[in-house]
């Protein structure tokens, strides 16, 4: 996930647990201490539109990269009652893997800021693999996931771009026109999300 905090560190080699989610007041899925949002990959379109809102942020070297939504920056996620997730068999790969993470560098990294992250535990992953439960398809051969929609978004769709959505200090955007396809009509889908009470009012 991608928000002001957060403190990830490869994997490779090493063996973290997992104590579990149980006590905890849902750390990953509050936005009261800042945006969060994840950048996705062109296989979980289909999976979190009708969920959440499908944008784009420009990186540091003015590249588009699609994410997700997931709060408003005030509040918890939307989805989130009693800290429990209501839609738990649908939530996205992000928070089904979480706390781990894959990079562009196809090296899986680890949110120790995760209150549940440390020795103690079932292993979440190990130098022989992950734990079942978290093992994604996304957290395998993330690099050429992450470059099929570079390709797309940076080269088809870089004129089109226009802002969706302005949150603290980070702006949205969403593509105007010159994309087509179930990506287009996923990504367009998304965008009535922000038309809820939760966005509207935090967006202004």
Same mark, same amino acid.
């Given at each position: ?9 490869? +994997? ?8 579990? *989610? ?13 945006? +969060?949002?994840?950048?996705?990959? /062109?296989?979980?379109?289909?999976? +979190? ?26 509040? !918890? ?15 996205? #790969?992000? *928070?089904? #893997? ?32 992950? @734990?079942? @439960? ?37 702006? !949205? ?15 367009? @889908?998304? /965008? ?13």
């Amino acid at each position: 996930m991608d928000n002001p905090r957060g403190a990830f560190v490869p +994997v490779k080699g090493r063996r973290f647990g997992f104590s579990g *989610c149980a006590g905890c007041e849902a750390h990953c899925c509050d936005g009261r201490r800042g945006i +969060v949002f994840s950048q996705i990959v /062109l296989e979980d379109f289909e999976a +979190v539109y009708r969920h959440f809102p499908i944008l784009f942020i420009f990186g540091n070297l003015g590249f588009a990269k699609p994410v997700i939504l997931l709060t408003n920056g005030r509040d !918890f996620c939307p989805y989130l009652e009693d800290f429990r997730c209501t839609i738990y068999e649908e939530r996205p #790969s992000i *928070c089904r #893997s979480y706390p781990l993470s894959p990079q562009i560098d196809n090296q899986l990294y680890i949110d120790q800021d995760c209150p549940a992250v440390g020795d103690r535990g079932a292993p979440i992953v190990t130098p022989e693999g992950i @734990a079942p @439960a978290f093992d994604v398809p996304t957290l395998q051969g993330y690099q050429e996931r992450f470059l099929k929609g570079h390709r797309l978004f940076n080269e088809e769709c870089a004129p089109h771009f226009k802002p969706a959505l302005t949150l603290g200090q980070s702006t !949205f955007f969403q593509i105007a026109s010159g994309l087509e396809g179930p990506i287009a009509r996923w990504h367009h @889908a998304s /965008l009535k999300r922000l038309k809820s009470d939760y966005f509207r009012l935090q967006g202004a």
